[in-house]
């Protein structure tokens, strides 16, 4: 069975600080799929990054960086120097390899307060 | 290039009304799905699809039908809507198991929001 869990449940900081929102999943797969979604107040959701299992490169994207560790079942994205904009609320996801369907975590809202 | 468009955004209903969500997609994707949002619970998928003509129950399908006669279309239908469907819908498409690349990746729509009175 798979699942993801977003312990965070909501997370303030004071623009321009740093911040790592955690993602933890459990799964048997040996190939999965990792994602993040971001859902601003307007309500659609925002897709930010695929991770592969087999490939345990950390990411940067300009002031997002995700750190893949299969060791610790940890997927987490940090913010550097926060902005207001990435007010919104933050969903990990776990796909299988061969299978069509997210399991997502219950999201963990950043509120970022000028 | 419209993705994955989702009508109508908002709808009020009554209970014991009826009513369909409709969701259509422009990118040739054979895997299509519903998914409800609610607080504290994540995303959890209503209903899917890997083709035209091809539909499964997915973890909350009580209350719910869809069909898929096109692979553009993937309509979400409410048979005598309830207090408890009250939600947020979110359409999703993507690339039906698509290897290990950017097919993989499942796209939203902007969401429908559902009250039920």
């Known amino acids: 069975a798979q699942k993801v869990t977003q312990a965070q449940t909501e997370i303030s900081v004071v623009e321009k600080e740093d911040v790592t929102l955690d993602c933890v999943y459990e799964?048997?797969?040996?190939?999965?799929?990792l994602f993040w979604y971001k859902q601003p107040p307007s309500g659609e959701l925002v897709f930010l990054i695929r991770r592969n299992s087999f490939d345990e490169q950390n990411e940067i994207s300009g002031r997002y960086s995700w750190n893949f560790q299969k060791s610790t079942s940890s997927f987490n994205f940090t913010i550097t120097a926060s902005q207001v904009v990435d007010s919104a609320v933050y969903f990990c996801a776990l796909r299988k390899r061969g299978a069509n369907n997210l399991f997502f975590g219950t999201g963990t809202r950043l509120t970022v307060i000028p | 290039n419209a993705g994955v468009t989702q009508t109508p955004k908002f709808q009020v209903l009554k209970t014991g009304q009826s009513m369909t969500l409709q969701c259509a997609q422009d990118?040739?994707?054979?895997?299509m799905s519903w998914y409800r949002q609610d607080p504290g619970m994540g995303l959890r998928l209503i209903h899917y699809?890997?083709?035209?003509?091809?539909?499964d129950q997915g973890e909350v399908p009580n209350g719910y039908n869809v069909s898929r006669s096109t692979t553009e279309d993937f309509p979400l239908r409410l048979l005598s809507a309830a207090p408890s469907q009250t939600s947020v819908y979110f359409c999703a498409s993507s690339y039906s198991m698509g290897g290990s690349g950017s097919g993989n990746t499942i796209y939203f729509g902007e969401g429908s929001w559902l009250t039920v009175v």
């Open positions: 990118m040739n994707h054979e895997y």
């Open positions: 799964t048997r797969d040996t190939t999965y799929y």
């Open positions: 699809s890997v083709g035209a003509g091809i539909t």
